[in-house]
């Protein structure tokens, strides 16, 4: 990693040179095929924010980015792969960085979290995608059969779960942050009968300052695992920047970005196209 200038990503001055500065990153690894790894990214964010190193959190990240890393050798699909990985940890802390700036200013939506939940929001975006074989949330067989949403529209999130949540363990993490991170994973499942729906009701009342009241939200019985959202703003915060990190690779970050993305999410999808 420090090969590489030691910098993997920061945000500019505007929108405009922000989106300028990830997309000449990535691409610059892409076409050279030279990254750094997954754990070196994680330890030097860590570093950056002021974790201390016998922190669970810290040994949490690194253990599950060693668990990603390890994937560079049995290979991964063409979108979901250690360079996936290293852009949404990169967008996730960067993000959440700036939400404390804009906390300490009164924006309105934003809340300042500690070095703690900082490493906890990145350990959630590390571990999101963790095992993902490719494709979609429906299965083949499901397609073949003529459906057209997932049976389990949280089947690849789960997954990633069950994978990284020995590792949380492991580490020590305490259960509370453990289950809160779990939601995190699950609330970035993209399909379309999945919380969708549920999670833009609940960021427009967070962003409104609004009370958010679980039984009165549209879905909510069909998702009881997320309830956390309604109860925890920490928990909202971590969870939104994690769902914008996750799609900013194939929507967010320049063209020429967003197509080379869109090519790879195309060969993922073969076969899941109904």
């Given at each position: 990693f420090q090969s590489t200038g030691g910098i993997f990503f920061k945000l500019g001055s505007s929108a405009?040179?922000?989106a300028q500065n990830f997309a000449d990153t990535?691409?610059?690894w892409r076409e050279t095929g030279v990254r750094p790894s997954i754990v070196g990214e994680v330890a030097h964010y860590l570093d950056g924010i002021?974790?201390?190193r016998n922190d669970p959190l810290y040994k949490a990240n690194l253990l599950v980015a060693a668990r990603a890393e390890i994937e560079v050798a049995t290979g991964s699909p063409a979108y979901h792969n250690q360079n996936h990985f290293l852009d949404v940890n990169a967008q996730t802390i960067e993000f959440l960085k700036k939400n404390n700036e804009l906390a300490e200013q009164g924006v309105p939506g934003t809340i300042k979290l500690s070095k703690q939940e900082l490493a906890e929001g990145l350990l959630s975006a590390?571990?999101?995608?963790?095992?993902?074989?490719g494709g979609k949330n429906i299965t083949v067989e499901e397609v073949a059969a003529g459906q057209k949403l997932a049976g389990d529209?949280?089947?690849l999130e789960q997954q990633s779960v069950d994978i990284t949540e020995p590792l949380l363990r492991a580490a020590g993490l305490d259960e509370a942050t453990i289950k809160r991170s779990n939601v995190v994973v699950l609330?970035?499942?993209?399909?379309?009968?999945g919380p969708g729906k549920l999670l833009s009701q609940i960021d427009r009342l967070h962003?409104?300052?609004?009370p958010i009241e679980w039984e009165k939200l549209e879905g909510s019985k069909g998702f009881p695992q997320l309830k956390i959202l309604a109860d925890d703003p920490k928990a909202r915060v971590m969870s939104g920047v994690v769902r914008l990190s996750d799609v900013g690779e194939s929507s967010s970050e320049g063209k020429k970005a967003n197509y080379r993305a869109t090519l790879d999410l195309q060969k993922e999808w073969e076969g899941y196209v109904t």
């Open positions: 405009a040179e922000t990535q691409l610059r002021g974790l201390e590390n571990r999101h995608d963790v095992g993902h074989p529209a949280f089947r609330t970035t499942s993209p399909d379309g009968n962003k409104e300052g609004k």
